[in-house]
């Protein structure tokens, strides 16, 4: 039996707490979810996000004094906390060669709302930090990997990712309680999309959820174009004649990946359609650059500077105002209007996904 206590009405004090109602946006989709760009830097250089023709020795990532404190992130999330958002991922660039990142895991952990802290790495760094993470209060990862062929992982991670440390990363995951794991896969066409089925084999009855993700048109330096895109449903269709697969309902309001279930009861794989079937409807999220930068859309071409107003002495009303006004006045559904002229929408400059992490 659960241990209630019994409340009166007429004692307000002794309701327990409610969580706030979510601000709606112009379109009533509620503010959920925020992600939080770390850095902007990364240990790889995966030509579908940043090129190592664009991002080369020369190129100047933000200096320190450019990224928010995590006492300027914490007053960021703590004020979206108090607007609806319940869930908070960790990202980047890579958010594990932020080095104290466990520091700022305890305090997003600690704020009042916080249901489900995640965080997205290259896994390169994983195996060494896993359960640091785990007792800092992370709950889960995602691990990007995106074919288990050397050679075709190398090239994908731009000349610099070693699979079997991202492989041990995982491992390590799973043992420190990270999961359920989710692995991210970038598709391209004529690059891993031949090397999916052994990697949904690999992962098939772990437990472990692989999500095939159509090569996106985010950012303008990536060289995206659509003959390089593998629609969702192709891949359901490779997927489907080697093991059977049923639909499965979202796990909750606003997630962006089609669920699907091996028949023969091996778990899990996911589907993640922005190009081809976008699901603009009830997305959720709102995202912040390292530099302060909040973004309601991974297409964006502008942001709001939120570093500014922390730095000019915003007091946490007022940094919640600004916060519920940017969310209020949301209107955005980039991938829903840009079908089917994507080609016309992709020269519009955009956020790169570097910097507001996926
Ligand atoms: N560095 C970390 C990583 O790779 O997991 C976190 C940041 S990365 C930008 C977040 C996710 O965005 C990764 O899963 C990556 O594969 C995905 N991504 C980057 N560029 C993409 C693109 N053009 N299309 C689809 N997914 C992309
Ligand atoms: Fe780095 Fe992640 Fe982008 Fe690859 S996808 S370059 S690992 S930020
Ligand atoms: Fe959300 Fe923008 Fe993607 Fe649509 S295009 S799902 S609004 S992030």
């Known amino acids: 039996m659960h241990n209630t206590r019994m409340t009166s009405r007429s004692d307000p004090d002794e309701l327990p707490a409610r969580r706030p109602e979510p601000v709606a946006d112009a379109l009533r989709r509620p503010l959920h979810d925020l992600r939080i760009s770390l850095l902007d830097q990364c240990n790889f250089r995966c030509p579908y996000c940043m090129p190592e023709a664009e991002f080369h020795s020369e190129y100047e990532f933000l200096k320190r004094q450019q990224r928010l404190t995590y006492d300027e992130i914490i007053r960021v999330a703590g004020g979206a906390s108090t607007l609806g958002v319940s869930k908070i991922r960790l ?12 520091q700022l895991i305890e305090r997003i952990a600690a704020l009042p709302g916080v249901e489900d802290l995640a965080l997205t790495t290259n896994g390169m760094l994983l195996a ?28 994908m ?28 896969v970038v598709v391209q066409k004529g690059v891993n999309d031949h090397t999916i089925l052994d990697l ?41 004649k080697r093991w059977p697969l ?24 996911g589907f993640i359609s922005s190009v081809t079937e976008p699901f603009c409807g009830d997305c959720s999220r709102a995202r912040l650059s390292a530099d302060g930068m909040l973004y309601t859309c991974l297409f964006a071409n502008q942001g709001t500077d939120l570093r500014e107003s922390l730095r000019n ?17 949301r209107a955005d559904r980039y991938s829903e209007l840009r079908s089917p002229d994507i080609a016309e929408h992709h020269v519009l400059k955009k956020v790169e996904m570097y910097r507001i992490g996926g």
Request: proline share 3%.
């Open 91 to 102: 990202t980047g660039g890579e958010p594990l060669l932020d080095k104290n990142i466990c």
């Open 128 to 155: 060494a930090n896993a359960e640091k993470l785990a007792a800092a209060g992370l709950h889960r990862v995602t691990v990007s990997l995106d074919s288990l062929d050397k050679n075709i992982f190398r090239g």
């Open 157 to 184: 991670s731009g000349g610099r990712g070693n699979l079997d440390q991202v492989l041990a990363g995982i491992m390590a995951a799973g043992d420190a309680g990270l999961g359920p794991i989710k692995i991210n």
């Open 200 to 240: 949904l084999e690999y992962f098939r009855g772990t437990g472990t959820i692989v999500r095939l993700i159509e090569f996106m048109d985010v950012g303008n330096r990536n060289g995206w174009r659509m003959d390089q895109v593998v629609p969702s449903r192709s891949s359901l269709l490779q997927v489907q």
């Open 246 to 269: 049923r639909a499965v309902g979202k796990s909750y309001p606003g997630e962006v990946a089609r669920r699907y279930e091996y028949v023969d009861g091996a778990g899990e794989i």
């Open 313 to 329: 002495g915003a007091d946490d009303n007022e940094l919640r105002d600004i916060l519920s006004s940017i969310w209020l006045q």
